[in-house]
């Protein structure tokens, strides 16, 4: 069995340390995962995305067409990385744009960025991640929410609550990220269950 | 989290490790004694690790001026008897290409372990140069790890080989191993030994013409015997069975395992290949037995298939052989391009087609920019400024380093980028070729100075060849993640070092325009450089300037380790016009437009440099949190 997924975002927006925060509580719970991210040049503001094949995968990058999960740390990076995804794929999206850094860029409405998850009948998640991890004492944190969300929709084996916890509880700041963990977990208890 | 920087109790746990660490706690596992590297994506944190842990287990770790120095110094303790390693980014190895093709002449007395970190798709490179080649044309085994899993295993084995033949080693590693994290089994290192010993023995070692012609005869009966070697190892086998073998060269096996899966084929026979340079022929000849049709699986290029191809030539086998026909030779593999091309050889359906298309959005491009905060912002802002005021034709020779982001709007001043040291290197031909009214302008980072910028530099001196040389001192190897150099006063494990100045060496090389200016002032950065022009223009020859600061990114990431309070600047936005020069022509990523055009400073982005007061028109850029001495003290 393997699990595919994508996390897409903005360089700087802590899409590493998400993936490793995830890999970290599915190794809790005996569960391998690859992840493969990408450093350097591309890291600067740009574009990333990060892979993660949880399960027998051996091979380092999630397959377009095949990805089981998109989570999207910002709309248009999510839309980027849409072509991961399968039909029966879940995304979780934050809702947040964030312009890119070179002058006199055209911008796509919230609309149209979310209308590509509608009109293609996937299911998707749109979750406050600034405002809920603001909300938890810092707005870097929104990765952590995003982790929240995450673990709530329980798709993922060996990705549960209770590792999670403790594996946010190693990091610096561990305050508020469980904080944020916990604001992100019951969003989706809330609002989707 | 479980990452051995983090977890105290790691020696005996399964930890989440980045594919580098692993190669690293690999080679802490073999016992490495000295270690020297000159830092490159995808290679950097292999040494970065090492040094870590450098004090606990006391072996000799650096970061070396250069990767041809990095390997000399690697070498020279080899020969001492000492296991050592040095690792660099693919392009790396060119300027580390002379003393490595005449290492596997000499051999070594301990072992010799050369990480190369090939980036196939050139995340972060200028080219994508498969270096499989280099052990093929230098005589010199190459291993490679068939998954991330295997990283830290075929580190210990890229040691043992070594050891045994006394001779180097080449690991390969690709950005995708480099860069993946994976979890990994790490023990206590046996026995680390960083001292050597010297035997004279200028017969193997002072290659004079007598003794090469002797050594070369030698080297291809080690490399007879490693071929022999890798024919028995656990890291090259076959698996299953069939009428179709697939033989794949290193991690290339992880997309041929996982894409069979989806193609639900189990009648395959694959031959799995870690040690591929010397191809182990014997191997390659077993698993062939009963086999009707070859593919290769290797990522970039056809080196395996030519061998393989020859191979049969020569043993009079007539049976198809495929490899880049099937396969792209350009850009990194993907279980997608793996997949189709299995699919198609195997005459089954590609099981991915089904992807979503995105037709009614237009996403707008986001390449990486130039931090908040950037001292290359500064210098990018004057200098273009600069040359405007003094009506000279611009050729900006950019170079290695965060500042090729120059390349971006609004700025345009990198028209060419090749190599490190090409900035300088390349304005000598265009300061001959060209005619007075251009000016060479050779843009070039502290450590890539340091690395190959000097020699260009006092051939431009030398051969008299006017140019600007603008040297953006940021402090550290920035890009790669801030790593010190002989410029910052600090070694690999930052203790500090003697440090040697950029203006000295300038000076020491004959130029007589020697200038250093701080690109947070940006008047007074402009003024520095319109006087070195105007001085090339009248005296015709070489100036240079040097604009020094640290990397933003590195001092408010100690800011905030250290708990010291960031300084930011806010809009005052009765002042604030909307003329667009703070967001449109200076673009620091924390100015962001409204919607009536007027500025707006995210001070959770904004590190304080005040770059922007001076560019701002009308003054409306004004302080919200003011510097604190503890601040200051930070920028050296």
């Known amino acids: 069995m393997e699990y595919n997924v994508i996390l897409a975002g903005v360089g700087g927006q802590g899409l590493i340390t998400l993936a490793r925060v995830i890999a970290s509580t599915l190794l809790m719970n005996n569960v391998n995962s690859i992840i ?41 990076e999510a839309v980027r990385a849409a072509k991961y995804i399968r039909r029966d794929g879940i995304v979780l999206l934050n809702n947040y744009i964030l312009k890119p850094g070179i002058p006199g860029v055209k911008m796509p409405s919230r609309e149209e960025l979310i209308s590509v998850f509608k009109e293609n009948n996937l299911r998707y998640y749109i979750i406050p991640a600034q405002k809920l991890a603001k909300e938890a004492g810092n707005v870097i944190v929104a990765n952590i929410v995003m982790f929240g969300a995450m673990v709530a929709l329980n798709e993922i084996s060996g990705l549960d609550k209770s590792a999670a916890k403790e594996v946010l509880s190693g990091l610096r700041f561990k305050e508020i990220n469980l904080r944020a963990f916990e604001l992100g977990y019951k969003y989706v208890l809330e609002e989707f269950k | 989290m479980s990452s051995i920087k983090e977890s105290k109790e790691c020696m005996v746990r399964k930890v989440i490790l980045l594919g580098n660490e692993a190669i690293a706690w690999g080679a802490i596992e073999a016992g490495v004694g000295f270690v020297s590297a000159y830092p490159g994506t995808p290679s950097t944190e292999v040494v970065e690790t090492l040094a870590r842990y450098a004090p ?63 980036d196939p798709s050139m995340w972060s490179s200028q080219n994508e140069q498969d270096n499989r080649y280099y052990g093929l044309r230098a005589f010199i085994p190459v291993l490679e790890a ?40 790490i023990r206590e290192p046996s026995e680390i030994k960083s001292k050597g010993s010297f035997k004279k023995n200028p017969a193997k070692y002072a290659v004079i013409p007598s003794h090469a012609r002797k050594l070369r005869g030698e080297m291809l009966e080690r490399w007879n015997r490693i071929e022999e070697y890798l024919n028995n190892v656990w890291y090259n086998k076959i698996e299953g069975d069939g009428r179709r073998l697939i033989i794949t060269s290193g991690y290339a096996y992880s997309y041929v395992v996982d894409s069979l899966k989806y193609l639900n084929i189990s009648d395959i026979k694959i031959l799995k290949l870690s040690g591929m340079i010397p191809l182990p022929r014997k191997l390659v000849l077993k698993a062939m037995d009963g086999v009707d049709e070859i593919l290769v ?5 056809p080196i395996i298939e030519t061998l393989v191809k020859s191979l049969l030539y020569d043993e009079n086998i007539r049976i198809p052989v495929y490899g880049k026909k099937y396969i792209p030779q350009i850009g990194e593999l993907t279980l997608n ?44 802002f004057a200098l273009r400024r ?65 690395h190959s910028g000097i020699t260009p530099l006092i051939n431009a001196v030398y051969n008299n060849a006017p140019m600007l040389v603008v040297v953006l001192d940021n402090r550290v190897t920035a890009m790669t993640g801030n790593q010190p150099h002989p410029g910052s006063g600090y070694n690999a494990i930052w203790e500090k070092a003697n440090e040697i100045k950029i203006e000295d060496i300038a000076r020491a090389s004959g130029v007589k325009f020697v200038k250093v200016f701080d ?118």
């Open chain 2, 337 to 380: 391009n793996v997949l189709k091309g299995l699919s198609k050889w195997l005459d089954l359906e590609y099981p991915l087609s089904d992807v979503i298309t995105v037709d009614g959005v237009e996403l707008p491009p986001r390449p990486p920019v130039l931090c908040p905060g950037c001292p290359h912002r500064g210098t990018f």
């Open chain 1, 36 to 76: 493969a991210e990408t450093h350097g040049m591309s890291q600067r503001g740009g574009s990333v995305n990060v892979h993660i094949r949880v399960g027998d995968a051996l091979s380092p990058l999630s397959p377009v067409g095949g990805t089981h999960m998109l989570v999207g740390l910002e709309l248009i």
């Open chain 2, 297 to 301: 699986v290797e990522e970039l290029e």
């Open chain 2, 519 to 636: 690109p947070f002032k940006i008047k007074e950065s402009e003024k520095v450089i319109l006087e070195a022009i105007n001085y090339i223009k009248e005296n015709n020859e070489v100036a240079l300037v040097i604009a020094k600061r640290a990397c933003s990114l590195l001092v408010s990431s100690m800011a905030r380790r250290k708990g010291i309070s960031i300084p930011t600047y806010k809009v005052d936005l009765d002042k604030c016009t909307g003329c667009g020069i703070c967001y449109n022509a200076f673009t620091c990523p924390a100015i962001i437009p409204m919607e009536d055009g007027k500025a707006y400073i995210d001070e959770s982005l904004c590190v304080g440099c005040g770059e922007c007061v001076e560019i701002c028109p009308f003054k409306a850029i004004i302080p919200s949190k003011p510097w604190t001495t503890e601040y200051e003290s930070l920028w050296w």
């Open chain 2, 386 to 450: 600069a040359v405007i005021r003094s009506r000279v034709k611009p050729v900006y020779a950019g170079d290695i380093g965060c500042y090729s982001l120059g390349i971006n709007k609004p700025f345009e001043a990198q028209d060419t980028i090749v190599e490190m040291g090409g900035s300088i290197g390349l304005a000598n031909g265009f300061s001959h070729t060209l005619s007075r009214e251009y000016l060479p302008i050779a843009i070039i980072g502290d450590s890539t100075f340091f």
């Open chain 2, 56 to 118: 606990k287990y006391k072996y000799h770790v650096e970061w070396s001026v250069n990767e041809k120095v990095a390997l000399e110094a690697a070498y020279g303790a080899a020969i001492a008897g000492v296991k050592s390693l040095t690792a660099m980014k693919h392009v790396g190895v060119n300027v580390a290409a002379d003393p490595l093709s005449t290492s596997a002449y000499t051999g070594v007395e301990g072992s010799l372990v050369i990480v190369s970190a090939d």
């Open chain 2, 146 to 185: 068939g998954s991330p899993y295997e990283l830290k295993d075929i580190t210990t084995e890229a040691f043992k080989l070594s050891s045994i033949m006394k001779h180097p080693v080449i690991l390969r590693s690709v950005t995708r191993l480099s860069h993946s994290r994976i979890p990994v089994e």
